[in-house]
């Protein structure tokens, strides 16, 4: 058995059992990544020396240890190529961080490495994780697993893509304003963005820093509640990652919905949201219901702000977080006669239109003049958002929404920004908040997968996993393959 659309339970148990090794799971993966490459392009580096050494210690650790080792032991993942692997190329996908080899790991990389886990390659994502359809790649964009002409979804549209193509049964991707849970929606597969502070963010190359969360995509609830269980918790080289401990996810995935209260977002259903994409995530609702939850109806007033908050902060931290890129210690250098030119020609070569975009966005939001305008206001208004949040959350227990307004729509078919800044307009409010979400599957439209969000209040990841897995639990829309999936019979 390849890893193809099974999970990681199901591969850990027929490696515990003697029916396949680390080895033959990799060579597996590597044969189906091979096979559907060159249509989907998910991968910006493969990374077969360190995946072949990697298996070679499981199948060790396995050997001799077999009822200590982690669940992820020997199981082919991928990350995404903004989270640094020592001496692995990582450019996130922008030309200006070619060549680019971190002298470190990143801190949730290296518990999945110290977990035993077998990494694959780097996967294609929007420039610096700045996009909702990875069209923004220097490298190109990746394809839908449904359908290699439709967007995959971004920013972490490649992680997305190639777990929804079965070529691993997990990836790393990271959130900002959406950008785990909006791509796993548009390729059919599991999502999760853990609480603000909860995964390190050591190691991660920064967007916006006080947005950014690294969380799993996968095939199914339980295996992102796996994921997070090993790369979650306090790492002192992160001054945002919370010291308070981790529940652990496992007991909750059992515990079903029956008298719970599942708030429905009434700004989350309005104009924008396809018509399709809320008839099936109002069937999910009639699912939850009927297993015993408590539908109702909730208002979030400064949804309709979230947007011009969100495109003010971020931008305002991409500017900051930039401007180490130029061309003096790492990555493209163009070189010129003076040093005002260097920058200014390395930097024009290396970042792309939407880059340049948010770059000028922010430093204006934070220019002399414009800072108590723009920013501070900004901020005013996220600590709005995230009181209303809070305020909901007395009355109800997790929220449950479409996950994105549409299906994976065709590659350049959204040449406006601002038409492509709409994707996350039901996602980024929870990052502006803090809060942990997850999409899982729900349905179709015309073939192309529908996804279900669910929010709960901060540090309440795994309520999160219970409501996601009881939905699972009664249907089976995870269960689907894509047709790149099915290609690797």
Request: charged share 20%.
């Amino acid at each position: 058995m390849s890893s193809t659309r099974s999970s990681i339970t199901e591969l850990a148990a027929r490696l515990r059992a003697g029916k396949t090794t680390p080895q033959q799971l990799l060579a597996g993966a590597m044969a189906h990544q091979k096979r559907v490459e060159p249509q989907l392009h998910a991968y910006l580096t493969s990374t077969t020396e360190l995946a072949e050494q990697q298996a070679e210690a499981a199948a060790l650790t396995l050997a001799e240890h077999p009822d200590s080792a982690s669940p992820l032991c020997g199981i082919p993942m991928a990350l995404k190529d903004v989270l640094c692997v020592q001496g692995v190329e990582t450019t996130a996908s922008s030309k200006v961080l070619t060549g680019f080899r971190p002298p470190y790991t990143a801190t949730a990389v290296q518990r999945l490495f110290d977990a035993g886990a077998v990494c694959v390659g780097k996967t294609n994502c929007d420039e610096f994780a700045m996009g909702s359809s990875n069209e923004n790649s220097a490298f190109g964009a990746a394809g839908n697993p449904w359908d290699v002409e439709r967007v995959p979804g971004g920013s972490s549209g490649g992680s997305a893509a190639t777990v929804g193509a079965g070529v691993v049964p997990y990836a790393l991707g990271t959130d900002t304003g959406g950008s785990i849970r909006q791509p796993a929606s548009l390729c059919g597969v599991v999502g999760f963005k853990p609480t603000y502070g909860r995964v390190s963010r050591y190691g991660l190359i920064a967007f916006a820093s006080s947005l950014d969360q690294i969380g799993p995509l996968a095939l199914s609830v339980e295996d992102c509640a796996l994921v997070f269980a090993v790369i979650a918790g306090h790492d002192p080289r992160d001054s945002t990652s919370d010291p308070s401990p981790v529940e652990d996810p496992q007991p909750a995935l059992g515990r079903g919905v029956d008298g719970l209260r599942l708030g429905v977002p009434r700004e989350y259903f309005g104009a924008g949201i396809d018509a399709g994409v809320r008839g099936c995530v109002e069937d999910a609702l009639h699912v939850l219901e009927a297993q015993g939850a408590r539908l109702r109806e909730v208002s979030l007033p400064s949804t309709e702000v979230a947007l011009s908050t969100y495109y003010i902060i971020a931008p305002a931290e991409c500017s900051s977080n930039l401007a180490r890129y130029d061309g003096v210690r790492f990555g493209l250098r163009e070189e010129q006669p003076s040093l005002t030119d260097m920058y200014l020609r390395t930097r024009a070569a290396g970042f792309g239109d939407e880059v340049k975009r948010r770059v000028m966005l922010g430093t204006y939001a934070l220019s002399s003049g414009y800072y108590d305008a723009y920013y501070r206001q900004a901020q005013k208004v996220r600590t709005l958002i995230a009181a209303e949040f809070a305020s909901v959350f007395e009355s109800v227990d997790a929220l449950v929404s479409p996950t994105s307004p549409t299906v994976a729509f065709t590659m350049g078919e959204r040449d406006d920004p601002l038409s492509m800044y709409m994707c996350d307009v039901v996602t980024l409010p929870a990052n502006l908040a803090g809060l942990p979400g997850i999409s899982v599957p729900c349905g179709f439209i015309d073939s192309l997968p529908v996804g279900l969000q669910v929010l709960a209040p901060r540090f309440q990841d795994a309520r999160v996993f219970q409501v996601a897995n009881a939905y699972q639990r009664a249907t089976d829309w995870h269960a689907t393959r894509s047709p790149l999936a099915d290609a690797a019979a």
